[in-house]
């Protein structure tokens, strides 16, 4: 009778199934009935049933245990084991009836079969040690029968037989599937794609072929012919067991099953469609119907373009995104390998919170801040997998390394995909407090970089804009305060007592950055606490484009001096490969020939090597600070032209956009030629003089510069046509030339470098390189200045 035989681990139970018929709609029952069972001795791996040789009218089972030993059993009473020579790891067991041999994949990477006889006469497994006459021939040692190197590991050995003269052997491996003959050759071999995870042959509808499904882990189920690709088809899961069965009148049913139980039925094909558009009937056309459709039609278009084909905001967005800074430091900082020298290094908390509306199965959440503040955590993913669910997620920020961030600005970005597909992407930003990268310090009375900023209301109490920084309460210190960032640089920042005027002032003309834009901001959010709405920023002093191109000159000469040591990298490596191939030519001749100090010249050369990959490594951090710095005097230098000419929101924009291009540089492509590409974009359109500089072509190639005379030129003739009247704008009317009246006229774009000289000598001197501006514009009555040198 057929009876269902169950491995555990350290037990084999053998089942009777019984079945009654069922008077209800659920159906027949079935129970199962223990008939016996074995204790292991050993843990068991893998097992496989037959008629070991030859027997008629029963079968028997074959265990292998973890340790590589193999226990016949016959129906109640245990037979015999043996161990499979050089057996390390268990691998996958099967039988073959019509050779009476078990094939199996061993740890040496090959398929090897055993024959039956051969096991049952070879030395007991109780008794593994073997005398000296057993090794010289007793003949009873465990011999192979055949062996295959496949060269990796098996997942499953499936034999099959599908007419009477030949069987063959699968074998499915790691990254091969393999079809082999009885006696161990290759009948053929086809190589995956993707990792497999399953597999199965069975018969095929042609003569002299086999079908075979294969699963793999990008839950993909392949049918192949032979080692022909016949179908592929997507499963909702990873399929770890494959089978096809025939339920009811249902042939052909693919049972795939999932390593979490999920159990699926399926088949190939697509459903059939049984519906007919039914026969339309003919009329006459109405022309004056049509003609009112048509312009009632024409008329939703126009309102639609006006309007926009895509709406800015829905009414009810699908995932909503909210951050909290903490508003306090972490009890116990999270600041792992930073290098800020003997300042101790807070983090602080931020959480993010996403709340769902619909069904959403993965959500992707990306957070990013300006280095070198970095994140303990920047990737998240999220499972919504019903509406109205609410996630938060919490990580630290801190400050690594002994250089200010170009931006106290963090951005959260949520992306995932709506139910029917359409992709979406949702941002959040977060600010981060001053006092994260910033300490309390000694106000300083002279410095080398100044900048005034105008207002039109009262000065306000520093004490109250930064409550957090005020070293003393003193009545006279109200008007002066100092910040040290963490890493030893100082910024000071004067009120005057009497006009509307606020100076900030540094020895670093990039941290001037930080501290007048936190002034600002702080400005505005306290007068909109005291209800007035006319608060206003300005800049007359001279603009600082001397101390910025100084930035830039650093920058570029870190990128040329980059190329130059990964060029000498390059003949180094060159060189060092000629040496070690001349010298294997050496050791590899028959004839000894002296070596003529190829081995000293081999060891200098590597030690060059060496040296200069320290120096191109170096080189690439002090090319990554310098850009931080540099992008901290664009937003500076962008600000005092947004105050100086009182530019829009969307003005700002433009300029951020020309100024700010990249993330981060590179060598294929750099800061200076795609911002001198965008600032040429914008002098030949909406900063245009005349057509003939709208005719110019730019170059549709960006190639490091030689040097940074163009790109500065360009700087300052923006400069001079935003002081002359010019303004910036994107739309298609840019192009067009201008008709605005600007004082004094604009100064064309220079066609080459005599016209540049020419433009240079005869442009005024509005934008002289100034280092103290105070002494340009003064700050009257700055009375707390003279209290700090007292």
Not at 520 to 548: N, V
Request: charged share 20%.
């Amino acid at each position: 009778m057929l009876h269902l035989a169950v491995l555990h681990s350290r037990k084999l139970c053998v089942y009777s199934v019984s079945g009654t018929l069922g008077n209800v709609e659920h159906g027949n029952q079935y129970q199962l009935k223990l008939m016996y069972e074995h204790n292991l001795q050993r843990t068991a791996c893998n097992m496989t049933y037959g008629s070991f040789g030859g027997v008629k009218g029963r079968d028997l089972i074959c265990i292998q245990s973890v340790d590589g030993m193999l226990m016949v059993f016959e129906q109640e009473s245990y037979a015999f084991g043996r161990f499979l020579p050089g057996s390390l790891l268990p691998g996958p067991l099967a039988y073959s009836s019509r050779t009476d041999s078990f094939i199996t994949v061993s740890s040496c990477r090959q398929v090897e079969s055993y024959k039956y006889q051969v096991l049952a006469f070879a030395t007991d497994a109780d008794k593994r040690q073997e005398t000296e006459q057993q090794k010289l021939g007793s003949g009873k040692r465990l011999v192979v029968d055949w062996a295959l190197n496949i060269g990796e590991q098996a997942l499953d050995i499936c034999i099959v037989s599908f007419n009477q003269s030949t069987s063959s052997v699968f074998v499915l491996g790691e990254r091969n599937f393999f079809c082999l003959k009885e006696n161990g050759q290759i009948r053929f071999m086809k190589k995956l794609d993707c990792s497999p995870s399953c597999f199965l042959p069975y018969c095929s509808v042609s003569e002299g072929t086999v079908n075979t499904l294969i699963g793999n882990h990008k839950n993909m189920l392949h049918v192949y012919q032979d080692v022909t690709l016949k179908w592929a088809t997507q499963l909702p899961h990873v399929p770890v067991a494959v089978r096809v069965g025939c339920f009811h009148d249902l042939k052909g049913v693919i049972v795939t099953l999932s390593d979490d139980g999920r159990l699926q039925c399926s088949y190939l094909g697509t459903d059939p469609s049984l519906f007919q558009a039914p026969k339309v009937e003919s009329r006459e056309l109405n022309y004056d119907e049509l003609d009112v459709e048509l312009k009632e039609l024409q008329r939703i278009i126009k309102v639609v373009k006006s309007q926009g084909v895509w709406p800015m905001h829905e009414k009810e967005d699908d995932l909503n995104v909210s951050a909290m800074v903490s508003s306090n430091f972490d009890s116990v900082s999270q600041a792992a390998d930073v290098e800020v020298g003997t300042d101790v290094v807070p983090s602080i908390t931020v959480k993010i919170t996403l709340q769902n509306r619909i069904v959403l199965p993965k959500v992707k959440l990306s957070i990013y801040v300006q280095p070198p503040l970095v994140l303990t955590c920047d990737q998240f993913t999220f499972e919504f997998l019903a509406p109205e669910m609410t996630s938060t997620v919490a990580f630290s920020v801190y400050l690594k390394r002994s250089y200010t961030p170009s931006d106290l600005e963090g951005n959260a970005v949520v992306s995932y995909s709506k139910p029917t597909g359409t992709p979406r992407v949702i941002q959040c930003k977060f600010r981060l407090p001053l006092k994260l990268i910033c300490l309390p310090g000694q106000p300083s009375k002279t410095a080398n970089h100044k900048l005034t900023i105008d207002t039109n209301k009262s000065p306000v109490s520093l004490l109250s804009l930064f409550p957090g920084f005020a070293n003393q309460s003193d009545d006279d210190q109200v008007n002066v305060m100092g910040f040290r960032f963490l890493g030893g640089s100082q910024v000071t920042l004067l009120a005057s007592k009497t006009s509307q005027r606020y100076r900030i002032q540094s020895e670093q003309f990039e941290d001037l950055w930080l501290i007048t834009n936190e002034l600002i901001l702080r400005l505005q959010k306290y007068f909109e606490k005291q209800g007035i709405k006319d608060f206003a920023c300005s800049f007359s002093g001279t603009m600082p484009l001397q101390e910025y191109f100084e930035l830039i000159d650093h920058h570029f000469e870190l990128r040329i001096n980059g190329e130059k040591l990964e060029e000498l990298l390059s003949e180094r490596a060159v060189q060092f490969r000629a040496i070690q191939r001349r010298l294997l030519t050496r050791f590899k001749d028959k004839t000894p020939a002296p070596l003529q100090h190829l081995d000293v010249l081999l060891d200098g050369t590597y030690k060059q090597v060496i040296a200069l990959a320290d120096a191109v490594e170096e080189n690439q951090g002090n090319l990554f600070q310098s850009f931080t710095r540099l992008k901290s005097a664009t937003h500076l230098v962008i600000l005092l032209i947004g105050l100086w000419q009182k530019l829009s929101a969307d003005q700002i924009a433009i300029l951020e956009a020309a100024f700010l291009p990249l993330q981060e540089d590179t060598q294929e492509l750099g800061w200076e030629e795609t911002v001198d590409a965008a600032i040429s974009h914008l002098l030949k359109t909406c900063l245009s003089k005349s057509s003939k500089e709208q005719a110019l072509n730019l170059s549709s190639q960006l190639n490091i510069p030689k040097d940074t005379s163009r790109l500065k030129k360009h700087i300052t003739l923006l400069c001079d046509r935003l002081a002359k009247g010019g303004r910036l704008c994107l739309s298609n009317d840019a192009a067009a030339p201008q008709t605005m009246v600007m004082p004094g006229g604009c100064t064309p774009i220079p066609e080459s470098d005599l016209e540049e000289r020419s433009v240079e000598q005869d442009s005024p001197e509005l934008f002289t390189n100034h280092k103290h501006l105070a002494t340009e514009t003064p700050v009257p009555e700055v009375s707390a200045l003279q209290g700090v040198s007292e």
